[in-house]
C-alpha cells in the first residue's frame, strides 16, 4: 500500500466538509443543521492538524484548539437560541422559523 | 528545545488504522446527515468526533485529541442529546426531513467536492515530499509554552488565550440569558 | 512473534511506549480479565458483606463458605434471566447504551500506571484522557434513559447527567492543582503523564496530599467527594434509588444488560480510585521512601504482599475451624479450608519471592520482587478508597436533587477554584 501522505488527510477533511455542507443547506431540522456546523468544523481542524503535522510546528494544533472553544461556545449559544425560539413557536422547522417580528 | 525530527517509517499497521478510522469518520458523517431521527443524529456525530480525535493521534498530535474527547464528544455533545430531548416532538419525526431544494444543495456541494479533489490533484507538488514529525512525549509542554510563554516570555498565543476565556464568558452569559423564562 | 516476546523483557518503558503491540495486548487482556474478575467477585462480595455487617446482619452465607460464591451465582442468575426490551424502545440505542457506559469505563485502564513501567502506554495526556474518556460515561447513561422510552428512565438519565457534568468541573479543577504541583521539580516541566505524576511525588519526596499543606489535602477532599458524585454512587445515588424513581435510567434493563451497567459503575469507582491514588497518594510508592530508607527497610516493606496473603490466609482457617460441626456444613467447611490453602500458597509464593529477590534488582527475583511491590502498594491504595466507598453506601442518606447540584455548583467549584489560585500563588513564591 501506498504510504499515508498529508493529502490522505486532506481528502478526509474535504468529504467531513462537504457532508457538514450538505447537511446545512437541505436538512429541515435546526439540530441537525447545528451537528452539521460541527461537522464542518471538524474538518477544518483536521484540515490544520493535518498541516501541523506536515510543517513539522504547533501553529495548526494550537489554533484548532482554539477553534474546539469556539464552536463549544457557537455550540451553547445556538442551542439557547433554538430553546427560546422552540418556546415560543413550538416547532424546530427551518422552514417555519421565518419571521423577523410576530 | 529541538523541534523536528524526520520521521522515517511509519509505524506497522498505519495505512490500516487510517483507513479505517478514516471510514468511519466519513460512514458516521453520512449517517448524521441522513437520519430521520436527532438522537440516532447525536450518536453518528460522536462516532464521528471519536474517529476524528484517532486520526489526530496518527496525526501526533496528542494533545488536541485529548482535548477534542473531552470538549467536543464529553461536553457538547451532551448538550446536544440534552437539547434534543428537551425539544423532541412527536410531529418532527412524521414530517419530510429535507427540504425542496435538496438537488440544488447536493448538486453545489458536489461541484464544491470536485473543486476541492482537483485543487489537491493539481497543487500536490507543492506539498513537502517528507513529513516533518514532532516528538510526541513534549507535545502538552510546547503547546503549554505556546499559549502561555516559557523562559519568562509571553507565549505567542497568550492574547489570544485571554480573548478565547472572555469568549467563553459571553457565551455562558448569553446563554443563561436566552433561557430564563424571566428575565 | 517469539522475538517480539523476548525483545521487550528487561525493559523500563511501558509496551506502548516500547512500540511493543504484543505485551501491549498481554497487558490489555490481563487487565481486562483481573478487573472484571475482580470487580464481579470481589467487590460485589466485600461490598455485601461490609454493608451488611454495617447494618448489624450477616449477609450472603449460603452459597459459598461465607457466600464466596455468591457473586457467580448472581452473574448465572443475570445471564439467564429473560431479556425484556419495552415495545417502543428504540432497539439498536438500547442495545447500544450499556456498550457505551463499558467502553468509556474501560478504556481508562490503558494509562492507569500500577508501576513505572506497568502500564498498558504512559501516554503523554495520560490525566486528559482519563478525565476525558470516563466524562463519555455520561452519554451511555443518556442514551439508556431515552432509549426504554419511559419516563422514570428519562428523569433519572437527565439528574444522573446534569449531576455528572456538574461535578466534572470540580473534579478538573481538583486535578489541575495536582498537576500545578508536578512543574515544583528540577527541571520546571510539569507533566500530564500518569507515571510521570507519580515520578515527580517520588523526586520531590512528598506525597502531593502533604505537599503545601492544607492545599493538597483540600484538593484531595475536593476531588474525593467529586468521584464519589461522579459515579453516582451514595450519598449521590438519586439517580439510580429504588425509593425515588424506581431505579432511574437503568429500570427497563434486566439480566445480562443491567449487569453490563453494574459492570461499568464499578469499573468507573475503580478507576476514579486509581485517579485519585495516583495524583495524591503516591501511587507506586511504599510508605516513608526517604525516611525509612536502606536494604533493611526495603526487605522489611517488601514482605508486606506475602504477609497480607497470610493473613487472609489465616483469617479463612480460623473460619474452617469455627464452622458448626453440622453434616450441612462439611461441604463449606472443605471448601473454606481449600480457599485458605490457595491463600496459603499465594502467600508462600510471595514470601518466596521476596526473599530470593531482596536486595538487588537487576535479575529476575528481584525484578519480580519489585513489580509485586509496586503492584501491590498500588492495589492496597485503591482497595481503601474502595472499602470508603461502601462506608459512604453504608452510613449516609442520600442527597436531594436540588441539595446536590447547589454543592456542586456553589460550594465545590468556588472551593477547588481557591485551591488552585492558592496552589499557584504559593508555588511561584517558592520556586
Redesign the interface.
Known amino acids: 500500500m501506498l504510504p499515508i501522505t498529508t493529502l490522505h488527510y486532506l481528502v478526509v477533511a474535504a468529504a467531513l466538509f462537504v457532508l457538514g455542507v450538505v447537511g446545512v443547506l437541505t436538512r429541515r431540522n435546526v439540530v441537525i443543521i447545528l451537528m452539521s456546523i460541527e461537522l464542518i468544523l471538524n474538518a477544518v481542524n483536521l484540515n490544520l492538524v493535518a498541516f501541523s503535522h506536515m510543517w513539522g510546528n504547533l501553529y495548526g494544533q494550537v489554533f484548532s484548539i482554539f477553534i474546539v472553544v469556539d464552536a463549544a461556545a457557537e455550540a451553547a449559544v445556538g442551542l439557547g437560541i433554538l430553546i427560546a425560539f422552540f418556546r415560543n413557536k413550538e416547532t424546530i422547522n427551518v422552514d417555519e422559523i421565518d419571521l423577523l417580528k410576530w | 528545545m529541538n523541534p523536528a525530527i524526520n520521521v522515517g517509517a511509519a509505524p506497522l499497521a498505519t495505512p490500516w488504522f487510517f483507513y479505517g478510522l478514516a471510514a468511519a469518520a466519513v460512514v458516521s458523517g453520512l449517517l448524521v446527515i441522513t437520519r430521520r431521527n436527532a438522537v440516532h443524529s447525536a450518536l453518528a456525530l460522536i462516532v464521528t468526533l471519536l474517529s476524528v480525535a484517532g486520526l489526530y493521534l496518527m496525526l501526533y498530535a496528542p494533545f488536541v485529541a485529548g482535548v477534542q474527547i473531552i470538549v467536543y464528544a464529553g461536553g457538547i455533545m451532551v448538550l446536544f442529546l440534552f437539547v434534543i430531548m428537551l425539544v423532541n416532538i412527536e410531529r418532527v419525526a412524521k414530517e419530510r426531513q429535507f427540504n425542496r431544494i435538496w438537488p440544488v444543495g447536493l448538486l453545489a456541494s458536489c461541484a464544491l467536492f470536485a473543486l476541492f479533489v482537483g485543487a489537491f490533484i493539481k497543487g500536490k507538488s507543492v506539498l513537502p515530499q517528507r513529513m516533518i514529525q514532532l516528538p510526541e512525549a513534549m507535545n502538552t509542554q510546547a503547546i503549554g509554552g505556546a499559549l502561555y510563554g516559557e523562559a519568562g516570555r509571553m507565549g505567542l498565543y497568550t492574547f489570544a488565550f485571554e480573548i478565547a476565556s472572555l469568549l467563553l464568558l459571553v457565551a455562558i452569559l448569553g446563554a443563561v440569558i436566552m433561557t430564563k423564562k424571566k428575565i | 512473534m517469539m522475538q517480539s516476546f523476548m525483545s521487550y523483557l528487561g525493559s523500563t518503558v511501558p509496551p506502548g511506549n516500547a ?1 511493543n ?1 504484543l505485551w501491549a495486548l498481554i497487558y490489555v487482556l490481563i487487565i481486562f480479565v483481573a478487573v472484571s474478575l475482580t470487580v464481579m467477585w470481589l467487590i460485589n462480595w466485600v461490598e455485601r458483606k461490609a454493608l451488611a455487617h454495617f447494618q448489624v446482619r450477616l449477609g450472603p452465607m449460603r452459597v459459598g463458605p461465607h457466600g464466596l460464591l455468591q457473586p457467580f451465582a448472581d452473574a448465572l442468575k443475570l445471564m439467564l434471566k429473560e431479556d425484556i426490551i419495552p415495545d417502543q424502545a ?1 432497539k ?2 438500547f442495545w ?1 447504551a450499556p456498550v457505551i457506559g463499558l467502553l468509556a469505563s474501560f478504556t481508562v485502564y490503558i494509562v492507569i500506571p500500577f508501576g513505572p513501567s506497568q502500564a498498558v502506554s504512559d ?3 495520560g490525566i ?2 482519563m ?3 470516563s ?2 460515561g ?2 451511555g447513561i ?2 439508556a434513559g ?1 432509549a426504554s422510552n419511559s419516563h422514570y428512565p ?1 428523569m433519572g438519565a ?1 439528574r444522573s ?1 446534569a449531576q455528572m ?1 456538574s461535578y466534572e468541573v470540580a473534579m478538573g479543577l481538583a486535578v489541575v492543582s495536582a498537576i500545578l504541583m508536578t512543574s515544583l521539580n528540577s527541571t520546571g ?4 503523564s500518569m507515571i510521570g505524576i507519580v515520578e515527580a511525588q517520588q523526586q520531590q519526596g512528598v506525597w502531593f496530599l502533604f505537599k503545601f499543606f492544607p492545599l493538597g489535602v483540600i484538593a484531595f477532599v475536593i476531588f474525593a467527594i467529586a468521584m464519589v458524585a461522579e459515579t453516582n454512587r451514595a450519598p449521590f445515588d438519586l439517580a439510580e434509588a429504588e425509593s425515588e424513581l424506581t431505579a432511574g435510567f437503568h429500570t427497563e434493563y434486566s439480566g445480562l444488560r443491567w449487569s453490563l451497567f453494574m459492570l461499568a459503575e464499578y469499573a468507573a469507582m475503580m478507576a476514579v480510585s486509581s485517579i485519585a491514588v495516583t495524583l495524591w497518594l503516591g501511587g507506586w510508592l511504599r510508605p516513608f521512601p526517604n525516611l525509612l530508607h536502606g536494604p533493611a527497610w526495603e526487605f522489611i516493606f517488601s514482605l508486606f504482599p506475602g504477609l497480607s496473603f497470610a493473613a487472609f490466609a489465616a483469617i479463612a482457617f480460623i473460619g474452617t475451624v469455627r464452622m458448626p460441626s453440622d453434616s450441612f456444613f462439611k461441604v463449606q467447611r472443605i471448601g473454606l479450608g481449600i480457599f485458605g490453602l490457595t491463600l496459603a500458597f499465594t502467600a508462600l509464593l510471595l514470601l518466596v519471592i521476596a526473599f530470593v529477590g531482596r536486595g538487588d534488582d537487576v535479575n529476575i527475583a528481584g525484578r519480580l520482587r519489585e513489580g509485586i511491590d509496586y503492584v501491590f502498594w498500588f492495589l492496597l491504595k485503591v482497595a481503601i478508597f474502595m472499602y470508603l466507598f461502601f462506608w459512604y453506601r453504608a452510613t449516609w442518606p442520600r442527597y436531594r436533587f436540588d441539595q446536590l447540584m447547589k454543592i456542586g455548583w456553589k460550594v465545590m467549584l468556588p472551593i477547588s477554584l481557591g485551591a488552585l489560585i492558592a496552589t499557584a500563588i504559593v508555588g511561584v513564591l517558592v520556586k
Open positions: 512500540g503491540q428504540d439498536a440505542v447500544f501516554m503523554n495526556i486528559l484522557f478525565l476525558g474518556v466524562s463519555l455520561v452519554l443518556v442514551t431515552w428519562l437527565l447527567s457534568v516541566t510539569g507533566t500530564l
